[in-house]
């Protein structure tokens, strides 16, 4: 599969056999000065339904939606979403974020959305075996470096890559990617959006990969 970063908290997940998926999508805006959003896919994932990661509208090709907590069927790739929350406050602050997991290439993915807070070991039981992590960083609008790198140990995930993090096209009062970095090992900054993983290929030891925005 291929996987290249947009933005934000917005992939392209592109498998061996074609099929296009789209995370979070995002309104450029208020903070958000990546580029429109003009990609084709085949499904959109969306966490919760704040501007900056539900805009639908833009991905081209009539997408097939995914939204909410539950077991769903699109394209025939099952997703499961896990309940969570966009704060520490049960939601009371800023709503309710779904985790969502799903299987591509015989690969394991787990997005986690504006996650806002550490997760409990039944949302770990929840969300199962992951191959691929993509988790805000960021901190202020979701959890930050400190409880980032403790849910990357809870989830010991063979290949973690950063999103929603401040960069040149987001100013939102967040933290770059440093913080979460720093006196971490096997990290990798790809000079690209876009890299290809093969499960016979994901490492023994996790790997953190740090990708370009493409937009």
């Known amino acids: 599969m291929i996987i290249k970063w947009l933005g934000h908290a917005c992939f392209l997940i592109t498998s061996e056999e074609g099929l296009k998926v789209v995370t979070d999508p995002y309104t450029v805006g208020g903070g958000i000065n990546y580029s429109p959003i003009k990609e084709v896919a085949d499904i959109v994932v969306v966490s919760h339904g704040h501007a900056d990661h539900n805009n639908v509208s833009a991905v081209r090709g009539k997408p ?23 704060d520490t406050a049960q939601g009371k602050q800023r709503g309710t974020n779904t985790v969502f997991c799903f299987t591509l290439d015989d690969i394991k993915l787990c ?14 039981n929840e969300i199962g075996a ?14 930050a470096a400190a409880n980032a790198s403790r849910v990357c140990d809870q989830l010991k ?35 690209s959006s876009e890299i290809e993983f093969k499960l016979d290929e994901l490492p023994a030891v996790t790997e953190i990969v740090v990708l370009k925005p493409a937009l």
């Open 111 to 124: 997005h986690l959305g504006d996650l806002g807070h550490l997760i409990s070991q039944g949302q770990i």
């Open 157 to 191: 995930s063979r290949v973690i890559i950063p999103m929603h993090f401040k960069t040149p096209q987001c100013t939102y009062p967040i933290a770059g990617v440093d913080d979460f970095l720093r006196g971490k090992v096997n990290v990798g900054k790809m000079d």
């Open 130 to 143: 992951v191959d691929i992590l993509f988790i805000p960083v960021g901190g202020f609008y979701t959890i």
């Open 64 to 86: 097939e939606v995914v939204k909410g907590s539950g077991t769903k069927i699109a394209k025939g790739v099952q997703f499961r979403g896990i309940a969570t929350y966009h």
